[in-house]
């Protein structure tokens, strides 16, 4: 130990310190300064960064003792305060720049040492200060955030003034507004208390976990010795699956009767076998997450290692044994069949015919913050469970038999939440923590390091798909298509079915082919198990879908912008699931593409060189807003002694902002009653307080839950009107003996697939058209998407902040996806930079967006969802982007710079 004088935001702090000690550890431990936030833990992604004598520097990799005594540390706490945000902070709420808010402190900091010396900064002298200090953001696709900089800097040298109600509706209109959201002002000041910011605030006693993983990917435990692990400093106990009191197993829910599994194939600690790199056969309980991990190391696990199939192909060979004994690999078979047969057509010259095989990869969401939870067990004997869970009422239903408790005993309740992007439609680590609670009595807290955020949480399940389509020569419409699809979804088969399903309800979605034909395949394998991720089944059809487009159009000769308008949806089409659109705006999207489109060719010809090749490339996405067939959602609306009104539901959020869409909602139905924003408020996502509004997924929750939300308020205003027209106050309606609180659901008017892929699963859909515009340097086969453009359709608009953020967000994850992305090879994989995460000069700072909002029947005030979108297309685009560019289509993703070399090399280029 030695003495350390810091001076931390002006003032002088005398600390005893490890001098092996970050500095991170320093400020959130030891000072509470828990604002400098730790993501990546290994220099990669920028959160933590501080200030220290002017020059930015990341926390996480600075140990204690390199900083000088008398060193001036700056914090987030440093900056401004509530009353008086620094310039920053206040543009970063202005700009919808915090979605999630994990990056933000860090982002903030960065920014400051950036204008502490160059006042006057351009754009790309922004993004390159960025990029030389890693900060990362995974939610915003850094454009708000570097428009926030631009800002900041012109207040800070006098030319503009700013303040947080800069974008507040002056007519008081909030719906359809950029009204900014009520969390910003904590998300810049580093006060939004994450998962383990809230560690400090828990109980003396707590106890912290860490879990004794599986550091082989298919095993049968033969036996587990801890008690080495328990003679280790502060370790309190060791919870294996013996002291898990109910089943031990998290129910996958199957959705299909035809499912070969029964959904029992998770277990919460693994007591017969490792299904999975990183599973959890053990959790050690200690005073500090230190001494926890350090005694786990010591628990020693005896494995008869199995091979392991990390591929839906070498799980499926006739030799594999099966990884769940009595249920086969191949585990759910999905049939498409639309319209009449399809044979016919591939063998007659009057139709041209084109197909191939393709590959989307093993996205790994990559939030900034990994996965956390803690659990309690309060004075009525409940277990109450914090987590980043986005689907509060659906876990604790996973997980409530495997615990040995009754759903009534169990809580659930979502963190703030860094960022999830649909991982945490899974449980991850909420029964672990609910185990230990109800076997130590204790509260306790468990924290995922990056590298078991990478391999312990789900992943997008890779798809391989075999696809052929055939054109009448004539007409140029697609006539006919066929498909077989292969879903790899891990060892865990929650959601497996219905991920599966998502294949055939997208393939060539937004044509209206008359005669489809597919099956689908879902498979175990021992790689990460499979959730969802934004898009969830679509990014992974529409890549095959949209290539293929480009392909015949090269084939046939035609523009693939023109080919495409040829064939999108018009009255009379019906989507892949035989279903009538709920938009026609296909060809108007076209229309208004057309002109960018011919002029980004221009200039791509103009300006390509004979070292550097730019190419342009279109692609349609399209996604459903909703669970399948008749989704419900609950949400209260409660008038207030004081005349507020109070709204609430369990609208899960991973940072996209859903109390402002609750609110958007609730104040535009509510207008009657001439509330301002500041007098409805919420309380959300907890289930002792909200009724269930069902998972945040799917982009389901704008339509479903904004339903359910209208639903409430309007009951609520029904209770209250009086026959002259005028509202009760809450005296008057107590007096009166009415109820102040009501209950609304929605349900959506939608019917299930069948056993042929058909049916009307969906209420509304999101259409997506997406142009990109690439250089490829042909030295090394790098591919850098220079410009990306979206018109998109999803009806009418909530918060034009919020959707913006969305898309921006959701663009530069499908660059991610084309180019840089995947968790494959376990060790290099399981770090930010290692699995591919885009930094802010992987993303183009142009990202141009145009609504075409045509009002949806059954979505509320006309809105469909928002978030899926945005992925589910822009990685063809850029795919077929480099075709145009250099000839070379990558089938298989993502197209690292290698494999378009090697395709430059098969052409001889
Ligand atoms: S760089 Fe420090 S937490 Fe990522
Ligand atoms: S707002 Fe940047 S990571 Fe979420």
Redesign the pocket.
């Known amino acids: 130990m030695q003495e350390k004088i810091l001076i931390v935001n002006g003032f002088e702090r005398k600390l005893i310190v490890d001098p092996e000690a970050f500095l991170?550890e320093v400020l959130r431990e030891q000072l509470h300064l828990v604002g400098t936030k730790?993501?990546?833990?290994?220099?990669?992604?920028?959160?933590?960064s501080v200030i220290i004598d002017g020059k930015v520097v990341?926390?996480?990799?600075t140990k204690i003792r390199r900083v000088a005594d008398n060193a001036n540390v700056t914090t987030i706490e440093g900056l401004g305060n509530q009353a008086n945000l620094h310039p920053l902070q206040t543009a970063w709420v202005v700009h919808g720049a915090a979605q999630c808010g994990f990056c933000t402190p860090g982002f903030i900091l960065s920014a400051k040492g950036l204008l502490d010396t160059n006042p006057k900064p351009t754009r790309e002298e922004v993004r390159d200060w960025f990029q030389k200090h890693?900060n990362v953001c995974r939610c915003t696709g850094f454009i708000p955030i570097v428009d926030a900089v631009m800002d900041a800097a012109k207040v800070l040298r006098g030319e503009m003034t700013l303040d947080i109600n800069h974008n507040m509706p002056a007519d008081g209109n909030i719906f359809g507004s950029r009204a900014p959201r009520p969390t910003g002002v904590a998300k810049v000041m580093g006060q939004w208390a994450f998962g383990d910011d809230q560690k400090l605030q828990l109980p003396p006693g707590t106890l912290h976990l860490a879990i004794v993983e599986a550091r082989v990917s298919h095993a049968n435990i033969k036996g587990i010795d801890y008690s080495e692990a328990l003679k280790m400093p502060g370790v309190h106990s060791v919870i294996t699956a013996k002291d898990v009191k109910g089943k031990n197993r998290i129910t996958g829910l199957i959705t299909f009767p035809t499912n070969k599994g029964d959904g029992w194939d998770r277990p919460i600690l693994c007591d017969t076998k490792v299904f999975q790199y990183g599973d959890a056969i053990a959790l050690v309980a200690a005073d500090s997450e230190k001494n926890a991990r350090a005694a786990a190391e010591k628990v020693k696990v005896d494995l008869e290692v199995l091979p392991a199939y990390m591929s839906a192909p070498a799980a499926m060979a006739e030799d594999a044994i099966e990884i769940h004994p009595g249920t086969p690999n191949v585990y759910y078979e999905q049939n498409h069949a639309k319209g009449g047969e399809v044979a016919s057509y591939f063998n007659d010259p009057k139709y041209e015919v084109m197909g191939g095989d393709y590959y989307t990869q093993r996205q790994p969401h990559m939030p900034i913050e990994p996965d956390v939870g803690f659990a309690y067990i309060n004075e009525e004997g409940k277990v109450i469970i914090h987590s980043k869970s986005i689907g509060l009422y659906l876990h604790l239903y996973m997980i409530a038999p495997g615990l040995g408790v009754e759903p009534e005993n169990i809580v659930l309740v979502q963190l703030p939440t860094g960022g999830t992007f649909g991982y945490k439609f899974s449980p991850t680590m909420e029964a672990l923590v609910g185990a230990a609670a109800m076997a130590t009595g204790r509260p306790c807290h468990l924290h995922y390091n990056y590298a078991q955020q990478q391999y312990y949480t789900g992943k997008r399940s890779p798809f391989w798909t075999t696809g052929k389509i055939a054109v009448d020569k004539e007409t140029k419409k697609i006539v006919a298509s066929q498909m077989e699809w292969i879903v790899d979804h891990g060892p865990y088969s929650e959601f497996g079915d219905l991920v599966c399903l998502r294949g055939s309800q997208y393939w060539m979605a937004g044509y209206g082919i008359p005669n489809m034909r597919a099956k689908g395949f879902c498979v175990a394998t021992n790689h990460g198990w499979g959730s969802a991720f934004r898009g969830y089944g679509s990014p992974e059809i529409m890549f095959p879908s949209e290539v293929l487009m480009d392909e015949m159009a090269n084939k046939l000769g035609m523009d693939p912008l023109e080919f495409r308008y040829v064939n999108v949806y018009r009255p009379g089409d019906t989507t892949p699931t035989d279903q009538v659109p709920d938009s026609w705006t296909l060809p108007e999207m076209i229309d208004i593409l057309r002109p960018k489109y011919k002029e980004a060719l221009a200039n791509a010809k103009k300006n390509s060189t004979a070292t550097h090749k730019k190419g342009v490339g279109v692609a349609i996405g399209i996604y459903g807003s909703g669970l399948d067939g008749p989704d419900t959602a609950g949400a209260d609306a409660e008038l207030m002694p004081d005349g507020s009104v109070t709204i609430y539901n369990t609208w899960q959020d991973h940072g996209q902002g859903s109390e402002l869409s609750t609110l958007g909602f609730a104040h535009e139905t509510l207008k009657p009653l001439g509330l301002p924003m500041s007098r409805i408020h919420t309380v959300l996502n907890d289930t002792s307080k909200c009724p269930n509004s069902g998972p945040a997924g799917g982009s389901r929750s704008n339509v479903v839950v904004g339903n359910a939300i209208v639903n409430g308020c309007r009951q609520l205003l029904d209770a209250m009107r009086k026959a002259d027209g005028t509202y009760r106050t809450y005296d008057e309606m107590v007096k009166d003996g009415l109820k102040t609180r009501y209950n609304g659901t929605w349900t959506a008017p939608c019917k299930d697939c069948d056993e042929n892929g058909l049916g009307n699963p969906f209420a509304c859909y999101m259409y997506g058209l997406f142009l990109a515009e690439v250089t490829v340097e042909l030295a090394t086969g790098k591919t850098q998407v220079d410009k990306m453009t979206l018109v998109e359709d999803i009806g009418t608009i909530n918060n034009r902040q919020t959707v913006d953020g969305q898309n921006w967000g959701g663009l530069a994850q499908g660059v991610g996806l084309a180019l840089s992305e995947d968790f494959e090879d376990i060790k290099k994989h399981s770090s930010l930079a290692g699995a591919g995460v885009p930094y802010i000069k992987d993303i183009p700072d142009q990202m141009e967006l145009i609504y075409v909002e045509s009002p949806r029947e059954h979505g509320p005030y006309g809105n469909s969802g928002c978030g899926e979108v945005p992925l589910c297309g822009p990685h063809p685009a850029i795919i077929n982007a480099i075709h145009n560019a250099c000839g070379v289509y990558i089938r298989h993703l993502p197209a690292y710079p290698e494999k378009v070399l090697a395709g430059l090399k098969a052409l001889g280029k």
């Open positions: 991170s730790v993501g990546c833990g290994k220099g990669q992604c920028g959160a933590c990341r926390a996480c990799i890693k």
